[in-house]
């Protein structure tokens, strides 16, 4: 497979919200149907993109993934990242404090089941941490704890560790971390 890992443009932004509302419903025929984060809208994949960190995976042009990075203030209206915020006051990475001005959010990142297996999810992540250096040394995501397989690809692909478990809502979580100097070729 041949794709191309390369920031975003706004000509993206379409794209981007088809694929991501494709894969949100995947996530929501899950077991429990509950989805505490929400997708994205035009406007705000737009914001991302012009004040963030936005990177998209493009095989024969087309979008077949994407990643993306935002300072703690694009959530902080959103409950469960205001509950993730609280935590990361008290949580530390190999012996570093995490704070929402030394760690950014990290994800979701979305690839085209088609796609999956094939290096995309590693390739759009590295890219991300280097673009995201500058700025920030750490970035923490989440996952459903239930999810093991995107665990798994966190941690082994990601170089991610988990900082921590914590419930809201009834779903069960696991709090992710990584240096973005910590970059996996």
């Known amino acids: 497979m041949s794709f191309i890992i390369r920031k975003a443009l706004f000509t993206d932004v379409t794209a981007i919200v088809q694929l991501e509302r494709a894969h949100v419903d995947d996530e929501l025929s899950g077991s429990d149907n509950q989805l505490h984060a929400h997708s994205f809208t035009k406007s705000e994949v737009g914001q991302l993109i012009n004040q963030h960190w936005f990177m998209v995976a493009e095989e024969q042009g087309q979008i077949i993934g994407y990643v993306m990075a935002a300072r703690w203030s694009f ?43 094939q290096g995309v999810f590693a390739a759009l992540v590295s890219e991300l941490k280097k673009q995201v250096n500058t700025s920030f040394p750490f970035m923490v995501t989440y996952v459903a704890a ?40």
């Open 75 to 117: 959530f902080s209206a959103q409950p469960l990242y205001r509950h993730i915020i609280q935590k990361i006051k008290f949580a530390e990475l190999a012996g570093q404090a995490l704070s929402t001005t030394n760690s950014c959010q990290y994800g979701p990142v979305w690839i085209q089941e088609s796609k999956r297996g």
């Open 146 to 185: 239930d999810n093991a397989r995107s665990l798994a690809a966190h941690q082994q692909k990601a170089a991610m560790t988990q900082i921590e478990q914590f419930r809201f809502e009834q779903r069960d979580y696991c709090l992710l971390a990584t240096s973005t100097a910590n970059v996996i070729s």
